[in-house]
């Protein structure tokens, strides 16, 4: 069974730009969640989907935004980039009715 | 919302002591607290989790134990071996409409293990 992936692996742009970051999930898993790690503070909540739909969002301005795809990937979008977004933006899946999260690798995103 | 306390930042420890590592959470609502376990330049990887109906559990060398009344948990590796070290992140979630929810994590926790 595949796990969790996300591309692209690494991801470079300047402050003002818009980064777009992909995950799929496990085959079968409905939910996603999007999580920062940003040096020193851990994994920071983003975003959650489910069957399409936002569930729930974490404590980031509403240039962070994303969606769910009917296939369940789902796409985490950045607008007006600065310099505190650098970090790795870690992705998860699970089943709806399981509590256990499969991380993906990452997207590791430098802004300059 | 929920805020994750986690203790200590930094542990080292001899090859073959225990490692013990505590959390609090604030909201009594939370109903499930896994530990992931983050390798250099890995992602995490879920080492045990408990729920909120569970006191105690094991698996070999690991064990959680929570304690609902003084919204805490804690983490026990005993014989600890260099392979145990990493960075290890406790969390909770509550379950929203037949769903659990987003994880909150703590910030973490380096354990060092000297052979």
């Known amino acids: 069974e595949a796990g969790v992936t996300q591309s692209p692996t690494h991801l470079i742009k300047t402050r003002g730009q818009q980064a777009t970051l992909r995950c799929s999930p496990i085959?079968?898993?409905?939910?996603v969640y999007w999580y920062q790690q940003a040096l020193g503070l851990g994994l920071q909540f983003l975003l959650w989907?489910?069957?399409?739909?936002?569930?729930n969002r974490g404590n980031f301005p509403p240039r962070f935004s994303g969606r769910q795809f009917p296939n369940y990937s789902s796409e985490l979008n950045v607008n007006a980039l600065e310099l505190e977004d650098s970090a790795l933006y870690l992705c998860?899946?699970?089943?709806?009715?399981?509590?256990?999260?499969?991380f993906g690798p990452g997207t590791r995103l430098l802004v300059l | 919302g929920e805020n994750v306390e986690q203790h200590p930042s930094t542990l080292s420890v001899q090859e073959g002591d225990s490692a013990v590592i505590k959390c609090t959470y604030s909201d009594s609502a939370s109903n499930y607290f896994p530990w992931y376990k983050q390798e250099l330049g890995k992602r995490p990887q879920l080492i045990i989790d408990i729920r909120s109906n569970v006191g105690e559990k094991k698996d070999q060398r690991i064990a959680v134990t929570l304690n609902k009344t003084a919204k805490h948990f804690s983490l026990h590796i005993t014989e600890t071996q260099p392979e145990d070290s990493a960075v290890y992140f406790c969390?909770?979630?509550?379950?929203?409409?037949?769903?659990?929810?987003?994880?909150?994590f703590g910030k973490g926790t380096k354990l060092s293990v000297k052979p």
């Open positions: 989907y489910d069957e399409g739909e936002e569930r």
């Open positions: 085959s079968g898993h409905t939910s």
């Open positions: 998860a899946s699970s089943l709806y009715y399981q509590e256990t999260q499969y």
């Open positions: 969390a909770a979630s509550i379950s929203i409409g037949g769903s659990q929810g987003n994880l909150i």
